[in-house]
């Protein structure tokens, strides 16, 4: 089953943005803030800590792990509608006959089906399951050489990296793990963070593709900073000083979430 934000409640969804946004919450001021008891709080946390959308701790919840990723199919069922819209948003920024890099990552997946009406398109990847989705399609797929993970059908390592370097892309079409306040983009995996390096070095454009619930997020590798991406798509407009951090460095913006217009 699809795991989508609006099966979450009103006040589910509010607590996971404010546990994103300071990192920590604890029960006794979340119940004074939603005029609940704590042990409806409580509750609250389980399902979202179930979901491994939040982290329990004594006294509260905070953000979920930056050393441990949810696991990949859990992930592929989270936010997925809204995933598929910012997907659908990407496909429109890309034209027929243009070659990409796409790397990696659930809402990469969805951008691989969203461009499945494309003509001629030239797409190098280090993710299997956005080559077989590519291949039923009028594109020519090109997959990196490297180690499979089991998990997620990804390839990486130093072969993966070489083979990276070899090309010279129109766009490159990335996820990450999270998005520090001050602007680095974050991963879980070293190896993984590696071939996504280069993918930035060798597109001409790189979109960074990501759900709201990234942003403040923790994950201890360092991918990139903000400012060497071209452009964000996600699906709720983040808080005024980072948009205000994008402006700065010249990072466009687009947002799918109704009544939110692009920046």
Known sequence: MKFNLSSLSKRQREILD??????????ESLAQQFEVTPQTIRRDINKLCDLQLLQRF?????????????????RRNILYQEKRFIAEMVAKNIPDRASLFINIGTTTEEVAKALSGHKGLRVITNNLNVALIMSNTDCEVIVAGGVVRQRDKGITGEATVEFIKQFKVDYGIIGVSGIDEDGTLLDYDY???????????????????????????????????????????TDKKPSVSFRDL????????YVTAPGQKNE
């Open 246 to 253: 994008m402006k700065s460095k010249e990072v466009e913006l």
């Open 18 to 27: 404010i546990v994103n946004d300071k990192g920590f919450a604890p029960i």
């Open 58 to 74: 004594h006294g509260g919840a905070g953000r979920s792990s930056s050393v441990e990723n949810v696991d990949y199919n859990d």
């Open 191 to 233: 190896h993984e963070v590696s071939v996504a390096r280069e993918i930035i070095n060798n597109a001409r454009n790189t979109f960074l593709v990501t759900d709201h619930t990234k942003f403040n997020r923790n994950a201890m590798v360092r991918i990139a900073d903000l400012s060497e991406i071209d452009a964000i798509f």
